[in-house]
Each structure stands twice: as structure tokens, then as C-alpha cells.
């Protein structure tokens, strides 16, 4: 299993450490689709019981992350077409209303970070990096508008489609696509043109769920 391993067993928080560390290695893709998690072997690694093992997986089910199959146990949960349809329209709907009431409230400050983080992504050739830079990209711009309620959820879409976003980018021409529409997306925030942000996270959402659901068909 390929987990760091990391002595908790003086740790009271033990359950949210291996929820944070299992989640992460879910979203980055190094836990794979259908890959179980063995309690014991994740104890082992981490150094404590089972109990705060199977809490972290208990989580980690809520989340949608994990799923219990019959024989096998707790397994990474693989998701279908039409799930990540139903999220990617969701996120449209919900990303474009979030950005749309953030643009009036743009710093220079907010715009100069979300500008770092697209020229970062832009100069990057490890695509381990792309989704982190495309998510702190997108957040940046987004946490302007105070509405956090509506970001957390954003974030919980975002989370249980992290790996296939990231697959996303190292398609054809994922990345190039991506560039040019992070910065569609940064100058019309720049112009302080709600609207016009509005529209473009949604094309830039929809654009990604059209080629996703491409590659996991074709799959």
C-alpha cells in the first residue's frame, strides 16, 4: 500500500491523522479505484489500533471516498460517468454564483495571489503539482466572496473528484486548455466583470466534465 508511514501512537488525534493521510493519498491518486484498505496493514504502518483506523475509514465512507464491499472490505470507491456529470454540473451552477459574488470584492492582493498560483501552473511540468496549483488557483478568487458555506461544500465536490480532475489535465490538451481558461477567467475578474466570470467558470467546469467523461468511457 503506498502510504508514508508515520509513528501516531502518542497522538490523541490519531483518527484525524489517518483520515487526512488516506484522504490525500485518495484525491492525488497513489490509493487507486477499487483498492482496499486493510485495517491492519494501515494500523501497522501508523503505529496505533485498529479503532482509529476504522473511524478514519468511517469518515472517509461519508465522504463518498471509500465504499464496503462484500468479501473485500473498505475499498477505494471508483466513481461512474454519470456521477461525475451530475458533480461537474453541480459545480458549475455552484462555482459560477460563488465567483460571480467574489469579483466585486476582489482585492489587489486576492487577484496578485490568484495570478502567482495561474503563472505557477503555467511554468510546471510536474503533474503531481497541476491539481494543487488549478485548486489554490480557483479557491484564491473564490474565498473573496465570504461566502464559506458555499466553499466548503465546493471543496467536498472538488475532494471526490480530485484524481480525476488531475487525469484530466495530462490529457491531449488538458493543461494548454486549462492555461488559456484560468486566464479568461483571471482577466475578467481583473476587468471586475462578474458576469463575464461567471460565465467562463462555467464553460472552463463544463468544458473539463465533456473531456473526462470522454476518457473514462474510452476507458
Known amino acids: 500500500m503506498k502510504l508514508e508511514s508515520v509513528d501516531i501512537s502518542q497522538t490523541a488525534s490519531a483518527s484525524t491523522i489517518v483520515f487526512e493521510a488516506l484522504k490525500r493519498a485518495i484525491i492525488k491518486g497513489e490509493l487507486k479505484d477499487g483498492e482496499p484498505l486493510r485495517q491492519d496493514e494501515i494500523a501497522r ?37 454519470e456521477e461525475v456529470s451530475e458533480i461537474f454540473d453541480f459545480r458549475a451552477l455552484l462555482e459560477g454564483h460563488v465567483i460571480e459574488q467574489a469579483v466585486p470584492r476582489m482585492s489587489k492582493e486576492t487577484l496578485s495571489a490568484a495570478r502567482s498560483y495561474c503563472e505557477e501552473f503555467v511554468a510546471s511540468s510536474d503533474p503531481m503539482e497541476w491539481g494543487d496549483l488549478n485548486r489554490k488557483f480557483h479557491s484564491a478568487l473564490y474565498q473573496a466572496s465570504g461566502l464559506s458555506y458555499h466553499n466548503g461544500v465546493v471543496n467536498a465536490a472538488l475532494d471526490r473528484v ?58
Open 162 to 219: 480530485d484524481r480525476y480532475l488531475r487525469a484530466q489535465l495530462t490529457l491531449t490538451d488538458g493543461m494548454e486548455r486549462a492555461n488559456i481558461e484560468h486566464m479568461g477567467i483571471l482577466e475578467a475578474c481583473e476587468k471586475q466583470d462578474a458576469k463575464m466570470a461567471c460565465d467562463r467558470t462555467r464553460q472552463h467546469i463544463l468544458g473539463a466534465k465533456t473531456t473526462l467523461i470522454n476518457h473514462l468511457k474510452s476507458k
Open 45 to 81: 504502518l501508523f503505529n496505533t489500533s485498529r479503532i482509529p483506523v476504522r473511524e478514519a475509514i468511517s469518515r472517509l465512507q461519508e465522504q463518498g471516498l471509500v465504499k464496503s464491499q462484500r468479501y473485500k472490505g473498505a475499498v477505494v470507491a471508483g466513481i461512474a460517468p
